[in-house]
């Protein structure tokens, strides 16, 4: 079956640093990529999304590119903000909705 | 545009109740699924609605259940409450396409004592 599998964490990071939070899929056929973010007390925010390989979804300095040839969908941020500490999922979905998601990654950002 | 609404935000019930809880889609979305969090399982998927009938279903026993309503809305029903049923249940609407992202509501906090 499909699965998708991230870093859990934590990781922490201190304010302007990069980050990278690494997410890795097993798929049949050519499902969508997703993450979302969670803040505490909420549900589940879209953050991007792509749906076809080599796709860069991109939002609020936020990228990730859905690479087919490594199965993998890295979401990356060049310069982090106290109120980007969240948790954060990486999911797919393939025939209609049919999502999984990865078990989320708290990331907590130091002033 | 109003996003999607849970209700109630919080429950607490007993071991061997049921309890009802209810979701309304953004305007026009014609699938709602339903999902389960909880710290250990992280997010789970129930099932899925799509036009009143289910769609998709999770492995999950048959004391969870669900419905759509003709306008979209949708229910959840868990029967015969476990203690292991505490968790953060978290509904999503969506146009229901592939590549369609699902849009959250803020969850039901169930705690069953």
């Known amino acids: 079956g499909n699965s998708v599998t991230q870093m859990e964490g934590p990781v922490t990071l201190s304010e302007e640093a990069f980050l990278t939070i690494n997410c890795t899929y097993t798929?049949?056929?050519?499902?969508?990529l997703f993450w979302y973010v969670q803040y505490p007390g909420e549900g589940l925010q879209l953050l991007l999304k792509a749906t076809k390989a080599d796709d860069k979804g991109s939002n609020k300095g936020f990228e990730a590119t859905y690479r087919k040839e490594t199965t993998s969908f890295h979401l990356e941020k060049g310069s982090v903000q106290v109120s980007d500490s969240a948790v954060y999922f990486c999911a797919l979905s393939d025939r209609g909705q049919n999502f999984v998601f990865g078990p989320g990654t708290r990331l907590s950002v130091l002033p | 545009k109003a996003g999607v609404t849970q209700t109630p935000r919080y429950l607490i019930k007993t071991r061997g109740q049921q309890v009802t809880l209810s979701c309304s889609p953004i305007?026009?979305?014609?699938?709602v699924s339903w999902y389960q969090q909880t710290p250990g399982q992280g997010l789970q998927f129930l099932f899925e609605?799509?036009?009143?009938?289910?769609?998709n279903k999770g492995n999950f026993p048959g004391r969870f259940s669900g419905r759509q309503f003709s306008n979209s809305r949708s229910e959840m029903n868990v029967s015969t409450l476990e203690l292991g049923d505490s968790a953060l249940y978290l509904c999503?609407?969506?146009?229901?396409?592939?590549?369609?992202?699902?849009?959250f509501g803020n969850g039901t906090r169930l705690t069953v004592t």
């Open positions: 999503a609407s969506s146009l229901g396409r592939l590549g369609n992202a699902l849009h």
């Open positions: 305007s026009g979305h014609r699938s």
């Open positions: 798929a049949t056929g050519y499902p969508s």
């Open positions: 609605y799509f036009s009143e009938t289910q769609r």
